[in-house]
């Protein structure tokens, strides 16, 4: 439970401060101990390889590939950047060759549904008109200002007061 607390934070925001917050009120494990995981866990991945590269499943090992290779990083509350994460993507990309392997249907998957679970859809489910706002708001026909009486004199002696105590 606390590997998982502490790793659900680490994989939404990676924030050391908030692991540790939560550290020291014995939720979940240390952020150090959070990087420890990852390492072995990729270390493990490295050496069960036996020098070899993981390709994905559908790819062909004798086929040219071409990788693409960059950084990215975590939107960390840092203003340095240093203690940032940041993590390396690769994408492959092979020619096709007309022979990749579909997802099957379900007719050949033999899957039964079972019954549903609610009769009705729920508020979730529902699906929103869309509206475009206009960019000025559209008023309502009920809408109605109120207008009040203004004392034109007493404006007037407003105005005169302050124009002559800025002259003073």
Request: glycine share 4%; aromatic share 8%.
């Amino acid at each position: 439970m606390h590997i998982m607390n502490s790793q659900a934070i680490y994989e939404a925001c990676r924030s050391a401060t908030l692991i540790t917050s939560f550290n020291r009120y014995g939720l979940c494990i240390r952020y150090d101990e959070v990087q420890r995981h990852h390492n072995d866990i990729d270390r493990f991945i490295i050496e069960s390889s036996s020098d070899e590269v993981p390709f994905p499943s559908h790819f062909g090992s004798s086929q040219f590939t071409i990788a693409a290779f960059d950084n990215f990083d975590h939107d960390e509350a840092t203003l340095s950047g240093i203690g940032g994460s940041h993590d390396t993507v690769s994408v492959l990309f092979q020619e096709d060759n007309g022979s990749k392997a579909e997802k099957p249907g379900i007719s050949e998957t033999r899957t039964e549904h079972g019954q549903k679970t609610f009769d009705c859809d729920l508020k979730c489910q529902e699906l929103q008109s869309l509206h475009k706002p206009a960019k000025r708001a559209d008023l309502s026909a009920d809408y109605a200002t109120e207008t009040h009486p203004m004392d034109h004199d007493l404006l007037q002696a407003v105005r005169t007061k302050h124009l002559t105590s800025s002259l003073a």
